[in-house]
């Protein structure tokens, strides 16, 4: 996970007791707000406007206490959180040196020096709440996220979030397994998500109770999927990708899979890595099938995501056999190859009319880490054909000298690309003749593939900042 500024946290404060100090209309907000979430609220200032009255006569829940004189020390025993609108940092600073004594976490409006916690903007369709902070940054940059955010956010997921919390007793009086409650609580959200103007009845509960008839038994296997992660942006996934690493249990993922990606799975799904990597140590397949199938068995949601797509050049045919041997469901998500994500980040296409009709990909190296024996040069040498190489990095010398003996010209162009479509992507553009020497000069600190063909030959006249190093450019 990425590091946060702050902690998220939702702070039942139901009876609890809160201090405000100040009646200003920063104020007035902050008390609407605490007693929406049920404070016994009690609110210290000279005069009040009022705003403050007509909320302390009539709250939204809790209790508003309105006291007409300054704060003191005291009246900070046993609260759980103090605020304060106070001009003056002398001010401030006591009033957070009586908070601290009192144990109660602190907000000093409009002072991040002097807040132990921050309000963000909120999106309320309670018990539904999001939070949203930018940690005090920009708060206006806040709002118009939330602004988004209530747009996309239909209304009528209140009543179904209410429906979640009423119905919650009647799926735990089952007494379910875990797998059978998730199966559950997913066609729940489905429904819901499908619907959500639709309020939620007596009938769709107890449809869905009744779905539950069986769903034990459907629930001991788990299932399967193949999921590809794309070459590392993770605004590259598709939908469908997304919606699976969301209701995974198990994510068994390579080495190449980036961060990002992975901050998008269910925070609750373990992560094991079960390294590929090129030229290097790394988990045996067959281990790899071994833990997957047992994983299922034991009625979990696993995900082997992979770089890429599954299907290219991803040994998806070895996973696939080992599940349904095992007889277990397995579905394939698949991915934006790297040669699309890489042509992509270059704004050149793969194939072009008259230069470009034909597209092949191949593989750097095999099982022994040596070019594969059975390429057929004669395609390689076909100038009408954009050919990829996949992890080339230690075999693309021999691969120049075995395409240019069967005919293909040192002069067709070609582009190395490292770390396709991320934020340190890399390429190098020039011909065939000297990319071998020019790829040994860069670090090995990322996925290489190469590209080569004539639609590679208008990079150099692209308006991407190419500088020269060797035949080609570095970007």
Known sequence: MAPLASLPVFFKLGGRRVILAGATDGALW??????????DLHVFAEEFPEGFAALAADPPAGAITLHARGWLPADLADAVIAIADLEEPHEAEAFVAAARA??????????????AFQFGAIVNRSPLVIGISTDGAAPVFGQAIRQKIEALLPAGLKAWAEAARDWRPHVQARALAYAAR?????????RALSSPEAP???????????????IEERAKTGRISLVGAGPGDPDLLTVKAIRTLQAADIILHDDLVSPEVLELARREAKRMLVGKKGHGPSCKQSDINDLMVRLAREGRHVVRLKSGDPAIFGRATEELDAARRAGISVTIVP???AAQGAAASLETSLTERKRARRLQFLTGHGMDGRLPADIAWEAIADETATTVLY??????GEFRERALAAGLSPEIPAVAVMNATRANERHLAGTLAGLPEDLARWPNDGPVLVMIGHTFGRLGESALPLQAAGSGGMR
């Open 30 to 39: 902050k008390a609407e707000l605490l007693a929406a979430a049920g404070a």
């Open 391 to 396: 992890m080339p990095r230690k075999t693309l």
């Open 335 to 337: 991915g934006i190859t």
């Open 102 to 115: 009192a144990g109660a976490a602190f907000n000093v409006i409009d002072k991040p020096d002097f807040c």
């Open 182 to 190: 998730r199966l559950f609580w997913e066609n729940f959200t489905r």
């Open 200 to 214: 939620p009845t007596d009938a769709d509960r107890n449809a869905l109770l009744a779905s539950l008839e069986g």
